[in-house]
């Protein structure tokens, strides 16, 4: 079986997160998750500190295991939530979309572990001077925000500019992928896209039949105009946002309403014209629903064999 420093640092079975997926990682998919060995996150997204209250709460219902929240740091409720985060004593924060510095302190001093999501060498670097216990080092071939990146070119220059047990996320979504993440230096892995496959992932029906029908070139990035890109599925919102971020007489303003709410109504209405439907690139190689546990246990067994198999190529 395999274990490392995540494991007894976090207090888990499996070296593995679950992502924290804005209006998809909620109190029931983070408690399967952690039930099943992993570490399950709770996505705050932009909601403010009564849903995240009541969502951790629920989740120490269903699990007496340790579980993590994510905190996007764009949010405009991000200091309420950072407080509620403290106040409730969660296990574990993840964070993502900015600098968590300013929030630190607080976390630290509530004994909250930590573990700042990152997209360069630098911001590494600042996390572990400013008390992280562990970095997530997160590629371009993840879903939602995305850095430049890619997870193969980060992973081991996060590695190597720090001492902490680094996280490998973005583009991982079977044992092949974690095998490789360990052999890059890191001490675990995050998945986020391969976890919407999850019986108790509650997205909408539609969501999960294009997670399932998606191919290797089924994503898209936009975005980038606006200075904070995101990888979707390819549909009729996506393609259309595309053409109207290279549209000069189309402000910014309306570029950044045009994606207002675009993400709820793909997770709770199904709505394939007008929903943001968030994927990694790893999306063609989820092909199954699977309990969460069972999934965590099936990634695992294939890690293991193909690492106990990588000798064959030495001679």
């Not at 269903?62 to 996007?72: A, C, E, H, L, S």
């Not at 999501?117 to 992280?132: D, E, I, P």
Request: charged share 20%; with cysteine.
């Amino acid at each position: 079986m395999i274990k490392t420093p995540i494991c007894s640092l976090i207090g888990i079975e499996y070296p593995i997160f679950q992502g924290g997926m804005a209006w998809i990682s909620d109190a029931r998919l983070a408690a399967a998750v952690s039930n099943g060995g992993g570490l399950g996150i709770i996505s705050a997204m932009n909601a403010d500190a009564n849903y995240l209250r009541e969502q951790i709460r629920m989740a120490r219902e269903y699990t007496d295991k340790p579980f993590g929240v994510n905190i996007m740091l764009m949010s405009p409720h991000v200091e309420e939530v950072a407080r509620t985060v403290a106040k409730e004593r969660v296990p574990v924060v993840t964070t993502g979309a900015g600098n968590p510095s300013k929030h630190m302190d607080l976390w630290i001093s509530a004994g909250v572990k930590v573990v700042p999501v990152v997209a360069s060498v630098a911001l590494a670097k600042l996390m572990t001077r400013a008390g992280a216990c562990a970095i997530i080092a997160e590629g371009g071939e993840s879903g939602g925000h995305v850095g430049e990146t890619t997870t193969m070119a980060l992973v081991p220059q996060v590695c190597d500019a720090t001492d902490l047990p680094v996280i490998a996320a973005g583009g991982i979504g079977d044992g092949r992928g974690i095998a490789a993440a360990f052999m890059l230096g890191a001490s675990g892995v995050q998945l986020g896209t391969r976890f919407l496959a999850a019986d108790e992932c509650s997205i909408h029906e539609n969501y999960k039949e294009k997670i399932l029908k998606a191919t290797d070139i089924a994503t898209i990035v936009t975005g980038k105009r606006l200075g904070h890109p995101v990888r979707s599925l390819k549909t009729q919102f996506s393609r259309q946002y595309m053409k109207a971020e290279y549209d000069s007489s189309i402000s910014d303003e309306d570029l950044e309403a045009m994606g207002t709410g675009a993400l709820r109504l793909a997770v709770v209405d199904g709505d394939v014209e007008k929903g943001c439907f968030l994927s990694g690139q790893i999306a063609g190689l989820v092909s199954k629903r699977q309990p969460a546990s069972e999934m965590i246990r099936e990634l695992f067994t294939e890690a293991e064999d193909v690492l106990n198999g990588a000798n064959r190529w030495i001679s």
